[in-house]
Structure formats: C-alpha cells, structure tokens
C-alpha cells in the first residue's frame, strides 16, 4: 500500500476524493501515520479533503471541488481508494459530476 509521502515528494498539498466510509477511515489512518500528533477525527473528513507537508487537514466543499476543474493553477487531485490500492490512474483530471460544468 502506497504512503502519503510518496505523493508529497512530489506535491506540496493534495486533494482527495475519499467516495466511500473505508477511504475514509484509511485515509485517517494514513494522516496519523504521516503526522503522529494529528488530533484528527472521523467527523473531520469529508467525501473531499486537502492535506499537505504543511501537515494541515481542510474540507473542500463539492462546490469547490468541481468548479475548479480546468483552472491554470488547479489543485492536484486524487483518488485516494485507487491511490491505496496501486493503480496507476489516480490522479483525476476530469469533473466527476454532472454539475461541474455549471458556472
């Protein structure tokens, strides 16, 4: 299983899309193990988050998240239920919601 820090070799901060309890829950783990003094919490993490090296844990609102799909400086996406279990395709780099084209 692959460790935050291997994304964050190459990016400072990241965004992810946990889509189920289990990624959820594994991406706490994952935010423990990287930071051991987190105080993070389940009722912390949402269906999308950023973290970073600046170890710092933010909700991205569904709004956020598929607006700002397209723009120069986009944040990096992932999906972290493919990212844990290897494959390759993680990264998102298109809307993946029927709304987000909507401006």
Do not use: C
């Amino acid at each position: 299983m692959r460790q935050l820090n291997e994304l964050f070799g190459k990016h400072d901060r990241v965004w992810f899309s946990l889509s189920d309890e289990e990624s959820r829950a594994q991406f706490l783990q994952a935010v423990k193990a990287y930071d051991p003094g987190s105080t993070a919490e389940p009722s912390q993490i949402g269906h999308h988050m950023a973290y970073g090296t600046d170890r710092q844990l933010r909700y991205v609102s569904w709004l956020v998240w598929t607006q700002t799909f397209g723009q120069a400086d986009k944040p990096v996406r992932v999906d972290y239920r493919k990212y844990r279990q290897g494959a390759e395709d993680f990264y998102i780099t298109k809307p993946d919601s029927a709304f987000a084209g909507w401006k």
